[in-house]
């Protein structure tokens, strides 16, 4: 697994105490990576939407959730210190449906300020926002995972200015939060080429590109070949024609950073949508 040293460790894990003293430390956490695939997947029943729920129900309810979505993109990281963020229906107009669901548990103002804390004397910074609600990458996936929207959410942003390695560092800085009973979860797609879908059919083939990417990226996971996942385009066309854009993949890169060398990784879904979205999932703990 790639390390990377962090810089003032002793006065940024004060800090950090200071601003979660009233926090009970917790069992380490999961990590999650969720490809969330299509908003209509909020709606529907399928073999992915029934793997969240079995999900949901495996893990340990947390005092906080913190979403690193695809559909957040900031210049400069955000968090969300908004104590009620509401649903944001953020896509086009596929199913009136959709706009029926309303998924807003409380936010976590107290545990979204940490995040900042744990950076302080680094070389990143976490500003707040007091504005963001929840974007599709988290609420259409946590609506089946815990269906009473009874857990506290926040989201962090993706600087979309930024190299993915610098997300990778910036999850490392992060690994304590899994102490204070936040589970962090990385709403992307490891696949994600929308010129390339057959939209006229969910199950579709998946073209060969897709699948040798998705495979690729499955070894280096089950190697802990972090590195080469952080610079994927060097892994030839397929990456190149899997992650024409990196918004959906770099949410990945947070759940590397922040996993430890004995978590043990664990697949919960794999599979393709419309022949160019790849919805593999998988956990550390």
Known sequence: MATVPLVAPALRLLDFEKATQDLPNTEKMPLLFIGHGH?????????FTQSLAEVGKSVEKPNA???????????????????KPTTIYDFGSFDNRLFQIKYEPAGHPELARATTQLVEGTEFKIQEDTGMGLDHGAWTVLHHMFPNADIPVFQMSIDYSQPAEYHYKLGQALQKMREKGVLILGSGNIVHNLGMLNWREMDAKPHDWAVEFDDMVKKRLDDRNFEELIYYRRLGNAATMSVPSNDHYLPMMYTLGLAQEKDE?????????????????????
């Open 39 to 47: 908003p209509m997947n909020a709606l529907w029943d399928n073999s």
């Open 65 to 83: 959730i913190m979403v690193i979505s695809a559909h957040w993109e900031t210049r400069g990281t955000f968090v969300s210190v908004n104590p």
């Open 265 to 285: 990784l664990k697949y919960t879904f794999e599979g393709f949508q419309f022949a160019g979205v790849g919805m593999r999932c998988f956990q550390f703990s």
